[in-house]
């Protein structure tokens, strides 16, 4: 157990929803991460928080956004979804903002129909 | 910009056999230079960590891997396989110091073990 936590483990929704997934660090890290993984791109960071603040922006789609609140949870919310957004979505934490190990949660898996 | 190439997509041996799963990295600071494991259905989970002291790392279930800074490689290897270390394996680098960054990985490689 990493201590990251992700909700909801499995989540099926329609074309064209929104979805938002939740995420609570591992206790004392400041830092949130998330992350995409499909079978065609594989691992894909999309973007970082650190202690409330956007630290870095990977291949995050304008559709999808995320924020992180004064308790340091962190949620990813993905509007207009499209059947090629299912993936394992995880969240990620490390104490600080760069250079630390980062704690993988077990993901959250979604399927766009 | 950093970036991992992962050779091999799939890598079989049989239990009780050396592994080697391959990583080369490209980055403009020192790295850093993880490898994390991929069970079936799970999260990742750090196997080990190189952050610029020693060159051989040792990691968990008897893995570890050598940062070969003139090769840009940081390949991981276990003297012996067995039935459990069969996983997809990721190889990631981030930036040292300064800056925010996440990890960035390779594609993976899925290990299979022959019995």
């Known amino acids: 157990d990493s201590g990251v936590t992700q909700t909801p483990k499995h989540l099926i929704t329609a074309t064209g929803q929104r979805v938002t997934l939740r995420c609570s660090p591992r206790?004392?890290?400041?830092?949130v991460y998330w992350y995409q993984q499909s079978l065609d791109q594989g691992l894909q960071f999309l973007i970082q928080?650190?202690?409330?603040?956007?630290?870095a922006k990977g291949n995050i789609l304008e559709r999808f956004s995320a924020q992180q609140f004064p308790d340091l949870h962190s949620e990813l919310n993905l509007s207009s979804l499209e059947l090629g957004d299912s993936a394992l979505y995880f969240c990620?934490?490390?104490?600080?903002?760069?250079?630390?190990?980062?704690?993988f949660g077990e993901g959250s898996w979604l399927t766009v129909v | 910009a950093q970036s991992v190439t992962q050779l091999g997509s799939h890598v079989s041996v049989s239990e009780g056999a050396l592994v080697l799963l391959r990583c080369n990295y490209s980055?403009?600071?020192?790295?850093?230079l993880f490898w994390y494991v991929q069970y079936p259905n799970q999260g990742l989970q750090l196997l080990l960590k190189?952050?610029?002291?020693?060159?051989l790392v040792k990691g968990i279930n008897g893995f570890e891997a050598e940062f070969k800074k003139s090769e840009t490689s940081f390949h991981l290897t276990k003297p012996s396989a067995h039935m459990s270390d069969a996983a997809e394996y990721f190889c990631?680098?981030?930036?040292?110091?300064?800056?925010?960054?996440?990890?960035?990985f390779g594609k993976g490689t899925h290990l299979i073990i022959q019995p």
């Open positions: 990620a934490s490390s104490v600080s903002s760069s250079g630390n190990t980062i704690y």
């Open positions: 206790s004392g890290d400041l830092s």
């Open positions: 928080y650190y202690n409330g603040e956007e630290r």
């Open positions: 980055s403009s600071v020192p790295p850093y």
């Open positions: 190189y952050t610029s002291a020693a060159t």
């Open positions: 990631a680098v981030s930036g040292s110091g300064g800056g925010a960054d996440g990890l960035t």
